[in-house]
Structure formats: C-alpha cells, structure tokens
C-alpha cells in the first residue's frame, strides 16, 4: 500500500480541526502541518499527536515546511482569517488573495502532481485563483464548495422530516455561501421526493445558509464540520472511493457555465474530481443557479484585479 501523506497548508483553527478529524478517521499514515508561524504548526501537530495516543490505528502527526508537498498524496490549503459576526465569506476576498499570492509563489517551483483541496474563503474564488496562479488542471485543484452547505442542509431536512440524516439524499449547488442555492427536485427522504414531505423550501434554505453565522455569532469560529467535511473528502481520494460529493470545480459546460469554479457533485477519486454529475434541474432552479454563479464570477473578476 502507498504511504498516504496528507500536508495542510494553515494550522489555525481550520486547519488544526482538519488535522484532528484526519488523525481520527484513520486514512492516511501522515499528517504535516505547514504555518507561517512554524512554532504554532509545531504546537498543533504536538497538540494532535498527544490524541493519537488513543486511537487505534497508527498516524505520524507532525510540523514541516512547503517542500514537504512534493510526494504528498493530498495538499489541503487552510490559510486565511476567520469571518467575523455580519461578515459575509466575500468580504474576505482581499485578504485571502494577498495570503494566495505569498502562498503561490513557494508552492508554484514544486509542480504538484496529486490534488489540491482549498478549504480558504472565499471558497470557490480561491479554487479558481489557486488553480490559475499553479497552472493546475482542472480535475486537480477544487475546493470544498457546498460540501459543508450540503451537510448543514442534510441536517435541516432530517430535522425537519424527523428521520436519520442518512435517509437524506440532498446537494447544495452554487457558491458557499448567501447565494447557493438547493435542486428541491432532487431531494428525497428514503426516496420520498421533497415535495411530498410537507416541509417549507424557503424554511429549509434559510436555515441552511443561517447556519454558518449562527456558529460565528456563538462562538467566533467554524472548525468542527468543515473538518469533518475535509476528512471524508480526503477518505475519497487516498481510497480511491468513487462517492459523489459536491465540491468546487471549474465548469467546462456543464450545468450552462464556463470558466467558473461552482459546487456541484462530483465523482471523486484518487486523482481528484474525475466526472462532473449533472442533475436534472428545473428551470427556476437554473435561473437560481445562474445567479449564484453569476455573483462567483463577478468575485473572481475582482480577485484577478487585486
């Protein structure tokens, strides 16, 4: 078996989540945390590999620096600032690029081969510039997109229809963010279309993009799901699972889009994103797709600017 080595560029509360949610999953043999404060990466990865001791199977948890990317199975970027309460995931627009910017220039010499999750906001603006700046292919450089929207909707459908999240077949499509939007037409609850469930659309959208600032305004910060959600990305790609997750990848066509990243599901596998899935939409669904692409794509023209 190929050893799996995991790097997360960023050891901040993202990053360090992601760490622990991998260490805990058991798929991979090695995690490398990367900062720009290398005493802090040193402290989480100490931070998690005292956790380790009571798992049980065996992972190397420990700090490193960009070179460590080269023969990387996954290289997950988690640079940026967190969102404070009334900010939106755009509103860090500025910051994130000038972060990218000093993050490309040590990771463009490498030419990595395996793929490359970002996780930094905004996500879908990130994944497009990131992609660019390393003259990555399509298939190898995504982010998590509506991954984490997906799940919060899971929840607030299971909630709703009071049955297991995993009777929920559910995607949130678009940007992560205000503007994603939810393919109604898709959902089912152990195969039972949506419609028939009883439960209010615009409830069940409201709740899916409050989620998000509800934790923020709680307690400045989102970490738990986001890890959680990077780890079963990850499990896709070091096992080569072939699942259907939504993630952030540039459009070629697909879904009436081109030259944008948008979360849309995908299969996912060991090389990265190996096939677009394209659900069968309504047309009001289009036209609400259309307009949260349209806000990622204004975003990605701002970003090229800066």
């Not at 930094?120 to 292919?137: F, G, H, M, Q, Y």
């Not at 450089?141 to 919060?152: Q, V």
């Not at 993630?247 to 066509?253: A, C, N």
Request: charged share 25%; net charge negative.
């Amino acid at each position: 078996m190929e050893h799996r080595k995991v790097v997360i560029i960023g050891a901040g509360h993202v990053g360090s989540h992601c760490a622990y949610a991998l260490a805990s999953a058991g798929d991979c043999e090695e995690i490398v945390l990367v900062d720009l404060l290398p005493e802090k990466a040193a402290a989480q990865a100490l931070d998690v590999a005292d956790s380790a001791s009571f798992m049980d199977h065996a992972v190397t948890v420990r700090a490193g620096g960009y070179g460590e990317c080269k023969d990387a199975a996954l290289v997950v970027i988690a640079i940026g600032e967190p969102r404070l309460p009334g900010q939106t995931r755009l509103d860090l627009l500025g910051r994130s690029v000038e972060l990218l910017k000093t993050l490309a220039n040590e990771l463009k010499p490498l030419r990595l081969t395996c793929p490359v999750v970002t996780i930094t906001n905004p996500a879908d603006i990130v994944a497009d510039w990131l992609r660019r700046a390393l003259e990555l292919e399509r298939w190898q450089c995504f982010s998590t997109g509506t991954l984490l929207d997906t799940a919060r909707l899971v929840r607030c459908v299971s909630q709703g229809a009071g049955v297991d999240r995993r009777s929920v077949s559910a995607f949130c499509l678009g940007e992560h963010g205000d503007s994603s939007m939810v393919p109604f037409s898709a959902v089912t609850v152990g195969g039972v279309p949506f419609k028939e469930l009883g439960l209010s659309r615009e409830d069940i959208l409201s709740q899916t993009h409050q989620a998000g600032m509800d934790i923020i305004e709680g307690k400045g910060s989102t970490e738990f799901g986001i890890g959680r959600a990077l780890a079963e990305l990850a499990r896709c790609i070091l096992r080569d699972e072939k699942r259907i997750l939504p993630v952030s990848v540039l459009l070629e066509g697909e879904y009436g889009q081109t030259g944008i990243h948008c979360g849309v599901p995908c299969r996912i596998g060991r090389s990265g994103v190996e096939k677009v899935v394209q659900l069968e939409l309504t047309q009001e669904e289009q036209r609400r797709l259309n307009a949260s692409c349209q806000v990622i794509k204004q975003h990605i023209d701002m970003a090229a600017a800066l």
